[in-house]
């Protein structure tokens, strides 16, 4: 069972970049998917959640209007898109998987999240 993000790199203020969320051992569609990042001495940040039951989504409000959250169940993948990219988004981005299928965990930090994938770096910078 893991999960693999991927997509991360460094772009210019007002940049994209795609993020990959794979998963290997179980199936994606069954869990609510969430992104998280974390930058240095800051607290771990839920940035966005694409429910199990109805595909419904959670965008932190920093980044609502900015990134879109969809999912491939034939793929078994995620992504996040990114748009608009501020240096204050810089960060290691996670995606983590939860069988409950709302996006409440995401929306509270990520406890009780099922798995996590190996972070993949975003920097923002000029």
């Known amino acids: 069972v893991q999960l693999q993000a991927s997509g991360g790199g460094s772009v210019q203020p007002g940049g994209s970049l795609r993020l990959s969320c794979a998963a290997s051992?179980?199936?994606?569609?069954?869990?609510?998917i969430g992104w998280f990042r974390q930058a240095p001495g800051k607290e771990r940040e839920g940035v966005s959640c694409i429910s199990s039951l109805d595909d419904s989504t959670y965008y932190a409000d920093s980044v609502k209007g900015r990134f879109t959250i969809s999912r491939d169940n034939t793929k078994n993948a995620v992504w996040l898109q990114m748009n608009s990219l501020k240096p204050e988004d810089t960060a290691v981005y996670y995606c983590?998987?939860?069988?409950?299928?709302?996006?409440?965990?995401?929306?509270?930090?990520?406890?009780?999240?099922?798995?996590w994938g190996k972070g993949t770096q975003v920097t923002v910078s000029s």
């Open positions: 983590a998987a939860d069988a409950r299928p709302s996006c409440k965990a995401t929306a509270e930090g990520g406890y009780g999240m099922d798995y």
């Open positions: 051992g179980f199936a994606l569609d069954y869990y609510a």
